[in-house]
């Protein structure tokens, strides 16, 4: 049983300077319970070694995904993966790594509704807010509609999109079974604190 609660991830850019595994292991050691790689701008190759340095880190305590990248999920030795609306679909992606955790981003009741005949194992439900992270995501959902989100979903959602440890009460009353941040951990001047701040939050 996976516990999505505090679901960081990575931003190399937000890290500013730090080594993304370091972040990854501060947020570890202060409660975070997934891990989620994610880093457009890089070459798969540089992907592939990144997921393997926050794997070594992590040293198998929580699960690590990668954003959107099947291929490098697999070569890394990830235990799962997310994908987006545009990405490669769920169902190829268990017809090529069927081991696989996978997420899907949703971001209508819609979306939401169709997910149900796909074999993913959660939802990514946002943004919730509006966020710098990804300018151009759908339109925020609001709590109203993540927790219409939740409420149609058949597996766990994490909440994703300007959140911060504010919002977690608000987000876990909305029915979701996560919180789901970048900056807020990323960005934070100390990381293991910033992830303590979310897990006590949420529970």
Known sequence: MIDWSVYVVTDTAMCAGREVPAVVGEAVAGGATVVQVRDPHAAARDLV??????LDVVAGRVPVLVNDRVDVALAAGAQGVHVGQSDLDPVSVRTIAPGLIVGLSVSSVAETRAAEALPV?????GP???TPTKPDAAPATGLDGLAAICAASAVPVVAIGGLSAAH????????AAGICVVSAVCAAEDCRAATEELARAWS
């Open 49 to 54: 070694a990144l997921t393997r340095a926050v």
């Open 121 to 125: 194992d959660y939802l990514g439900a």
């Open 128 to 130: 919730v807010f509006a």
């Open 168 to 175: 977690c009460a608000a987000v876990r009353q909305a029915g």
